[in-house]
T-cell receptor
């Protein structure tokens, strides 16, 4: 079992819909990252959080440390949001520089 | 400079040849990572550099793979005697501070390696 599980693996939405992508992890962490990867490979860091909630534009990330769960929400989705969204965690402890990655969620937003 | 720069962006090589991939991190970023991403797969950790500390090489898949970094500047990932299974996108990332709670990762656009 992967230490970081994302769901769904694939998600298709219509423009304007509210999107939720989930991430569950099984290890103690010091931080959780949400990343966006567009076709062609470039990866952008969207959020890094260790508690609570963060918002940037139409994107919201939440984390529940007790439940070892995080969600990424996209409000008023747009075709340009189509990308792979990746959850990654920094383990707590001595190797906290290492990140463990989920397999990603492929989001397609249709006009 | 802007972000993390990787070169070449694409590399096609014949099986058995050596290749060298380059990463220029953001100036001042002490931590540097190399990852491999095979088609349709997640990111696979290869190696981590932090300042002048000994690198964490635990992710290198075989002794054909090696990486160097001089101080806090450029890093090179070398693959010797390439195999078709080495075909992947090789991604470099850097961060300002090694403590994961304090700084996000900045990724380069990757080098797409194709071994024929």
């Amino acid at each position: 079992k992967n230490e970081v599980e994302q769901s769904p693996q694939n998600l298709t939405a219509q423009e304007g819909e509210f999107i939720t992508i989930n991430c569950s992890y099984s290890v103690g962490i010091s931080a959780l990252h949400w990343l966006q990867q567009h076709p062609g490979g470039g990866i952008v860091s969207l959020f890094m959080l260790s508690s609570g909630k963060k918002k940037h534009g139409r994107l919201i990330a939440t984390i529940n440390i007790q439940e070892k769960h995080s969600s990424l929400h996209i409000t008023a989705s747009h075709p340009r949001d189509s990308a792979v969204y990746i959850c990654a965690v920094s383990n707590s402890g001595g190797s906290n520089y290492k990140l463990t990655f989920g397999k990603g969620t492929l989001l397609t937003v249709n006009p | 400079g802007a972000g993390v720069s990787q070169s070449p962006s694409n590399k096609v090589t014949e099986k058995g040849k050596d290749v060298e991939l380059r990463c220029d991190p953001i100036s001042g970023h002490t931590a540097l990572y190399w990852y491999r991403q095979r088609l349709g797969q997640g990111l696979e950790f290869l190696i981590y550099f932090q300042g002048n500390s000994a690198p964490d090489k635990s992710g290198l898949p075989s002794d054909r793979f090696s990486a160097e970094r001089t101080g806090e500047s450029v890093s090179t990932l070398t693959i010797q005697r390439t195999q078709q299974e080495d075909s992947a996108v090789y991604l470099c990332a850097s961060r300002l501070i090694p403590h994961p709670g304090n700084s996000p990762l900045h990724f380069g656009n990757g080098t797409r390696l194709t071994v024929t």
